[in-house]
């Protein structure tokens, strides 16, 4: 057993010091224990707030030896034998007394963010995401809200912004909000105006203190910021905004609609996204026979001809290897093809490499691509299809060799499955 010093500042928003103590430190001592054990032997109207004593409830966040920690997961272990341990309560708030300072500012800036409206749900009563939008937010959930990253934030700490500014766990919370994919507020403005996102300098140091480990900054408030400038400051965004409003499904639609419009189809150029209202798969307006093509199979060389597969169900995919949507999409289709081939069901890819083989080729061997792949690098199969703008593209082709369904952009497999299903059961 041994024992250690401390300094705990005492005093109130009248002013204090730091007191010196000494305390007892046995096996597996957090900071928060050693606190309390002074208040219980040396100093009994020591204020100090906590409530688990597990490192979930926020509420024991201090300055321990100026750096903003919570007591009950610092353990006593990793100070130096000898070391004085300094105590004090979070500068950015005032002071209440001795280790316990007014939040209440943060709970004013909560109220201010609008809260979670979904969307109607769908026909059949559900609302639907996909795992990789509940991931992205779920990470921002962990929050605690001990306010450490407010406290070590310069704008509100050195600066005293409050009034403009409402710190990174807010910018959290409304990233949370703002990327939800079943949300239908529009919060680019209040980030802007009421929340002060551009007083941060993404310098890092609320994620560094962060004892959830959450990267505010970068998987919160850089793609805020970037949301933001989109929003107010470039000016196709601005124009779409002032005639159809804000949020609209429609205003991705007009932006998708002027991107499609200049044909940008070249490996500089990321995908064009498209908006999920707009993007829904529907039934071709006008089913037709698919264009056939014959091209060299990447590997073998052998020709692969689309009237050869008349009477099976066929999906033709249009991608390519720079492609971020394509490549999600791509474990998907080789789960379908090994599920679907025995029934009459096969998978064609095209892709759009203008490298052709030699980026394609170890492409299928890393992504075990199964499925037969062609190169379409002189653009000939995309202009008998109508020009292929963006990308991903499918056309689901029926046994009868015609375009039964389209889909732009990304899809769950559940969805290119049950159209699979349903052309497999067609005559």
């Known amino acids: 057993m041994s024992e250690a010093k401390f300094q705990i500042y005492r005093g109130d928003k009248e002013g204090g010091a730091h007191k010196e103590y000494s305390v007892e430190v046995t096996e597996g001592m957090v900071v928060l224990d050693a606190v309390h054990k002074i208040q219980a032997t040396k100093a009994t109207d020591l204020a100090c707030r906590w409530n688990c004593k597990a490192g979930k409830c926020g509420s024991c966040s201090a300055e321990i030896n100026g750096r903003p920690r919570l007591m009950c997961m610092t353990r006593m272990n990793t100070f130096k034998e000898g070391e004085t341990i300094k105590i004090t309560p979070l500068k950015a708030f005032p002071i209440i007394k001795d280790l316990v300072t007014d939040v209440s500012w943060n709970y004013e800036v909560n109220k201010k963010i609008p809260p979670f409206k979904p969307k109607a749900p769908e026909a059949d009563g559900t609302w639907r995401m996909e795992q990789i939008e509940v991931d992205r937010v779920q990470e921002f959930r962990k929050c605690i809200e001990c306010f450490l990253c407010q406290d070590v934030c310069h704008v509100v700490r050195n600066q005293d912004k409050k009034a403009v500014f409402g710190g990174p766990r807010f910018l959290v919370r409304a990233a949370s909000l703002e990327m939800h994919p079943l949300d239908t507020v529009d919060r680019t403005e209040l980030m802007k105006d009421e929340l002060g996102i551009g007083y941060c300098n993404i310098t890092k140091c609320c994620t560094e203190v962060c004892p959830e480990g959450i990267k505010i900054t970068d998987n919160a408030i850089i793609p805020m910021k970037e949301r933001v400038a989109d929003t107010f400051y470039d000016p196709l965004i601005a124009l779409g905004r002032k005639i159809f409003g804000s949020k609209s499904a429609v205003v991705p639609g007009l932006l998708i609609a002027l991107l499609l419009a200049s044909g940008c189809r070249a490996k500089e150029t990321p995908p064009v996204p498209v908006a999920p209202a707009a993007a829904a798969a529907a039934p071709a307006a006008n089913p037709k026979l698919a264009p056939d093509f014959t091209l060299p199979e990447v590997g073998s060389g052998d020709a692969i001809k689309l009237s050869s597969y008349r009477g099976k169900v066929v999906l033709i995919d249009f991608w390519a290897t720079w492609c971020g949507p394509c490549r999600m999409e ?39 691509i199964n499925y037969s792949m062609v190169i379409d690098s002189s653009g000939e199969v995309q202009g008998s299809y109508g020009g292929v703008r963006a990308i991903p593209t499918s056309l689901l082709i029926g046994k009868d060799g015609e375009v039964k369904q389209q889909f732009i952009g990304y899809r769950p497999k559940e969805v290119f499955e049950e159209a699979i299903k349903k052309a497999l059961q067609e005559g």
């Open 330 to 368: 791509i474990p998907h289709f080789v789960e379908l093809q090994k599920k679907y081939k025995g029934q009459g069901f096969a998978i064609i890819g095209i892709s759009l490499d203008q490298q052709g083989e030699e980026v394609v080729k170890p492409f299928m061997k890393q992504w075990k």
